[in-house]
Structures are given as structure tokens and as C-alpha cells.
């Protein structure tokens, strides 16, 4: 699986974005897909994952309420839309999948076995 991450930008604080993983291979409805983000100089943080077989989400606590993880099997591409941004949300943003991750992973970056390359969040105050 190859995945593309894009939807990147500058936004001011309080708008919205919306972050697209674009997939490649047969098996994107049975993956899991999880975004994370990574601010330099710090670990890997979990954001939100989906899996597309079930349709169950999983959000960090930081952005439970403001973000909405989904996926189209028929475009093999999964969403990020992104509300009420902070500052505190700009950072690099990725995408990974991994086809049978357990549930005690989810948050896990080193347990998912696909990456896409980075997309930049950008929030002015």
C-alpha cells in the first residue's frame, strides 16, 4: 500500500482544513488509517484512526470534538477534516495504515506498517 497524504495549508485560528490520504492497492477497505503529527524536535503524536472495514473512529483527546476522521473505499482515500484550529494543531501531519492493527495499537505509531509523506499544518493567531 502507498499512500499520499496532501490538504496541508495556511489557515487562521478557528478555521478548518481538510487532510486527504490517498491509497494505492487493492486492500485500502481493509486497512486501518491513522493519522498522526509531529512537531520537530518531538515523538510522533496520535490524532485520529478509522477502520474502513467497520467504519469504528478513534480520536486523541486533544482534538476529539473539533476533528472527524472518514473514508471512501470507492476512491481509496481517507479524510482529516480539521475544525477550530489552534495554534497548538500546526505541525506536520501524516498518514499510515496497516491492515489488521489491534486495538491496543491504534495509537501506536510503530505499529502501523504503511506511512504517507508528510502534509504542513499551518494556524496563524
Known amino acids: 500500500v502507498q499512500l499520499q497524504a496532501s490538504g496541508g495549508g495556511l489557515v487562521q485560528a478557528g478555521g478548518s482544513l481538510r487532510l486527504s490520504c490517498a491509497a494505492s492497492g487493492r486492500t485500502f477497505s481493509r486497512q486501518t488509517i491513522g493519522w498522526f503529527r509531529q512537531a520537530p524536535e518531538k515523538e510522533r503524536e496520535f490524532v485520529a484512526a478509522i477502520r474502513l472495514n467497520s467504519g469504528h473512529t478513534y480520536y486523541a483527546d486533544s482534538v476529539k470534538g473539533r476533528f472527524t476522521i472518514s473514508g471512501d473505499n470507492a476512491k481509496n482515500t481517507a479524510y482529516l477534516l480539521m475544525n477550530h484550529l489552534r495554534p497548538e494543531d500546526a505541525t506536520v501531519y501524516y498518514c499510515?495504515?496497516?491492515?489488521?492493527?489491534?486495538?491496543?495499537?491504534?495509537?501506536?505509531?510503530?505499529?502501523?506498517?504503511?506511512w504517507g509523506q508528510g502534509t504542513l499544518v499551518t494556524v496563524s493567531s
Open positions: 499510515a495504515a496497516h491492515p489488521s492493527i489491534i486495538l491496543s495499537n491504534i495509537r501506536v505509531s510503530q505499529a502501523y506498517t504503511y
